[in-house]
């Protein structure tokens, strides 16, 4: 299956995705069609509702293979690092993002297994920013209210260059 990445303004990156029951088949067809649309994107991690799929899963590869965590929860966070961050889902802008430096992490494998991971720095970054996908969170929604409304303003006028960008709600109306 070929997955198209929802883009800010989509009302499906809003949404708090559900917790995955169970693994089966289907989550296993779902995680093989994700990583190759990751790697298509030239991302590093992709959430499932960054294709509209509500599920708490995201595939994510910084150069070991493909992974998958499924059901993930953030049990500890320590220190803080600043760092600019992009996102599939808002391409073409970046932003000075703060988030924890170290994080331990829990989640499911395809095979039902526990996984446990001590992240730090870009790993750490990329877990959080895959979680905030799966709670509805975007990477506007760090910035203060100023930094924001300039970056909605210029999301809609690089919006409004590209042909055919579809007809996506305005994103002004989906922040606070």
Known sequence: ???????????????????????????????????????QAEGIGLAAPQVGIQKRLFVYDIGEGPEVLIN???????GEWVFEEGCLSVPGMSFEIVRPKEIHIIGRNLDGSEVSIEADELLSRLFQHELDHLDGVLLLDHLDKPERKAALRRW??????????????????LFP
Not at 156 to 167: A, F, L, Q, V
């Open 1 to 39: 299956m070929t997955f198209e990445i929802r883009v800010l303004g989509d009302p499906v990156l809003r949404q708090t995705a559900a917790t995955i029951e169970e693994i089966d088949g289907r989550i296993a067809q779902m995680v093989t069609d994700l990583v190759p649309a990751m790697y």
């Open 72 to 78: 993930p929860e953030i049990l500890e966070s320590d």
């Open 156 to 173: 809609r006028e690089m919006r409004s260059t590209i042909p055919d960008s579809g007809d996506l709600r305005d994103p002004t109306s």
